[in-house]
């Protein structure tokens, strides 16, 4: 039946009409996730909104503080921006081993180690050497280490069946304790008294603003590093092998796919970017690595790339959208009188509800691309 | 054609970011004849400790005429607090501010007070440098280790196994003050008292504080204090056990009812308070101010009912001495717990001594190590 219509349209429909039609098909494959993922949000914000009310506040004037805070103006864009940085590259931690079907957890011990490592490899070229070489060995060190870290979890999973999602977590407890003995013995400098770092870098050494904007270099790697991961997962055998052992493990062995070195080689990548965010951290906002790097963008990362359905370039809005909703807390704060675990509530349900979202794949007819073909 | 584009998109933004302000927020536009003091807290308001200890503080200054308060917690000592202190300025009109976590200094509060040179910024903790650091920032503290002296002659009345414990963060030198402190006090009442020190390498791990505390105990310890930035958990977990608690950065004696013999307290209202009627007045509020019992930057909780007659003499005896100012707590011969000398006989520093600001060791009697 459907082959007949389908050379019926063939026939009578005119040349604009065949190109239209891909266009629909591709539309309805791509407009479903957007549809779902924006519905989520905004069911996510209708069941906060209930929270509010029950705690006795308006939900209007919060969202309108939100705006505000988040995207109303253009300093608070650059504020959302600003915080939005360090999560595109900790978001794909955590996405591109979601790919091959592995839930790492702890990116947040690759960017400790990743900022420890970058002001280590400093040391010995501030001052011998020309800034962008520094950068780049600082920037080459920190994803190394971090690229180790993540990599040795997927070593772990694939050749000695450890969970990898326990194993990036505990491993990111003894990277954060390895950074801080660090940072408190050997690599200290002396005159950092009551907050043990490292030698602080020279400006001249530091990644700078980006031109014209309040938004450091950072913003700009980070969305590289989500195209380039893209298109490494959409366009390359590599990522379409990934992908192949992400579906189904066994298949892609019978297939003769090399799982074990997919999966080291993509938590390595995963592991190397948390590692760059580190870097990023210490030469773009630290000035040195220390205790204060780790503020908890490994774990939101995980937030980001699971609302983005493990997408890198869907991490790039939804990052900029939790940065405007952190930038936006303080706001809340500060107006409303509401605790700072509002935002943390409003994070949470958005998590939970676009979860539940997720099992609304496939259930609507309208995206189904089959049934635009036999429309159009 | 891009830089017109860029140019055309910025302006909307600002002209529609002014209509949602006056929009959302009339009665909130700036105030130009009121002060607004924005306060910045690394952790919860409410934690028992030192961000507590603050936003006491910063209710006093609250209720003061002609004062507007903006408050906002947990912000983390990344950029976040760099955008927290603009946003402060920038939408709620903020014109000085309070970053109160050590954190937040250096870099965060130093490069946010080179681009807003007229809006005042007044740290705790740090060590500002005339010369080097940018004019509008200063940094205040309070020497609370005088607290933590008198909680030490407490201590020392109170333990019956001469044997007292300490749940510190981090060994860097404003900690190290206060266990070098603690146990000095106890051994103004006994020189044989011991005091077992257990880091935890965090300033805000309960879990650690708790075994720690633990730990403590069973090793036989009997009046127990800490510095952590929520004292909360060690104070129950102490109590629970039957332990005497010193309290430490707020009053913790409901925590540990009968348990409680004193604590060492910030009185930030007080220097909250100068500051805020000196900026009203135009005066300028200064770039390194300290102060301790003497200039009321610190205080003791309330005597508990555990402590002994003989104890509250002793107390208040050092607690009027030490309010004259000068004491030295530390004074040779001194030895550190390595057997090495560090203050000479005949030598004392007084509690403004700048030599203190970077104490590194243990003294005799505190079991434990900085590294």
């Not at chain 1, 694939?158 to 003995?181: D, F, K, P, Q, W």
């Not at chain 1, 297939?255 to 990023?280: D, E, H, K, S, Y």
Request: hydrophobic share 50%; charged share 15%.
């Amino acid at each position: 039946m459907t082959i007949s219509a389908d050379a019926g349209v063939e026939r009578t429909g005119g040349p604009l009409r065949s190109r239209l039609r891909p266009l629909a098909e591709t539309l309805a494959r791509r407009a479903e996730p957007v549809a779902i993922g924006l519905s989520g949000i905004l069911l996510g914000l209708a069941v906060f909104s209930l929270f509010i009310l029950a705690v006795g506040k308006s939900p209007t004037t919060l969202f309108s503080l939100m705006y505000v805070g988040g995207f109303g103006s253009w300093f608070s864009v650059q504020n959302s921006l600003s915080r939005a940085a360090p999560l595109l590259l900790t978001a794909l931690c955590v996405a591109l081993p979601a790919r091959l079907g592995l839930i790492i957890i702890g990116g947040e011990g690759a960017l400790a180690l990743g900022g420890v490592a970058a002001a280590a490899a400093a040391m010995p070229l501030v001052g011998s050497s020309p800034p962008w070489l520094a950068l780049v060995v600082m920037a080459a060190a920190a994803m190394a280490i971090g690229g180790l870290w993540i990599g040795f979890v997927g070593y772990l999973r694939h050749y000695r069946g450890v969970n990898e999602t326990i194993a990036s977590l505990l491993m990111a407890y003894i990277a954060i304790a390895l950074m801080n003995h660090l940072v408190e013995g050997v690599l200290r400098d002396p005159a950092s008294l009551n907050k043990p770092s490292t030698t602080t870098l020279p400006v001249a050494y530091m990644i700078g603003k980006l031109p014209g904007v309040d938004v450091h270099w950072g913003l700009v790697i980070g969305v590289a590093a989500c195209v380039v991961s893209y298109i490494l997962i959409e366009t390359t055998t590599w990522g379409f092998a990934a992908r192949i052992s992400g579906g189904n493990t066994r298949a892609a062995q019978v297939q003769g796919l090399p799982v074990g070195r997919l999966i080291v080689g993509f938590t390595a990548l995963a592991g190397g970017f948390a590692g760059l965010a580190g870097m990023i951290e210490v030469a773009a906002v630290q000035g040195s690595a220390n205790a204060s790097i780790v503020a908890g963008y490994g774990y939101t990362g995980i937030l980001v790339s699971f609302l983005a359905r493990h997408n890198p370039l869907a991490i790039i809005p939804i990052a900029i959208l939790l940065g405007g909703i952190e930038a936006a807390g303080g706001l809340i704060q500060r107006r409303m009188g509401l605790p700072d675990a509002t935002v943390l509530v409003l994070q949470g349900v958005l998590f939970v509800v676009i979860l539940f979202c997720e099992t609304l794949y496939g259930r609507f007819k309208i995206f189904n691309p089959e049934l635009w073909t036999r429309r159009a | 054609m891009t830089h017109d584009l860029t140019f055309n998109r910025r302006r909307f933004l600002q002209t529609a970011a002014a209509g949602v302000l006056a929009g959302v927020a009339p009665g909130q536009a700036f105030a130009a004849d009121a002060l607004k003091i924005g306060f910045i807290y690394v952790g919860p308001k409410d934690d028992y400790g030192y961000n507590q200890a603050h936003a006491e503080g910063a209710a006093v200054v609250k209720a003061l005429p002609g004062v507007s308060v903006v408050e906002e917690e947990n912000v983390p000592e990344t950029v976040d607090v760099q955008k927290t202190m603009e946003s402060m300025i920038n939408l709620d009109g903020a014109t000085l501010l309070f970053p109160t976590s050590f954190g937040y200094f250096d870099p965060h509060v130093l490069t946010v007070a080179a681009k807003y040179p007229k809006i005042q910024f007044r740290h705790c903790g740090g060590l500002w440098k005339a010369g080097k650091d940018p004019i509008n920032v200063g940094s205040y503290f309070g020497y609370i280790f005088q607290g933590q002296y008198l909680n030490g002659v407490t201590a020392g009345y109170a333990t019956k196994s001469k044997k007292i414990g300490f749940v510190a963060a981090k060994p860097i030198p404003q900690v190290l003050q206060n266990i070098n402190s603690f146990l000095l006090g106890a051994r103004l009442v006994d020189p044989t008292i011991t005091c077992q020190v257990i880091f935890t390498g965090e300033w805000s791990l309960a879990v650690k504080e708790a075994e720690a505390t633990n730990a403590l105990i069973d090793q036989g310890a009997d009046v127990i204090t800490c510095h952590v930035d929520s004292p909360k958990v060690v104070v129950q977990t102490a109590a629970g056990r039957g332990a005497f608690v010193c309290g430490y950065h707020v009053n913790q004696s409901p925590l540990a009812p009968g348990k409680y013999l004193t604590g060492a307290e910030w009185a930030w209202g007080k220097v909250y308070t100068d500051f805020a009627k000196k900026a009203q007045a135009g005066q300028p509020l200064g770039n390194f101010v300290r102060g301790g019992l003497k200039d009321g930057f610190v205080k003791m909780s309330p005597l508990g009912p555990a402590v002994s007659a003989e104890a509250r003499n002793k107390f208040d005896a050092t607690l009027a001495e030490m309010s004259k100012g000068q004491f030295s707590v530390f004074k040779g011969p001194l030895k550190d717990n390595k057997g090495a000398e560090v203050i000479a006989a005949g030598k004392s520093f007084p509690e403004d001594a700048i030599e203190l600001e970077s104490l590194s060791y243990l003294v005799e009697g505190v079991h434990g190590s900085t590294s």
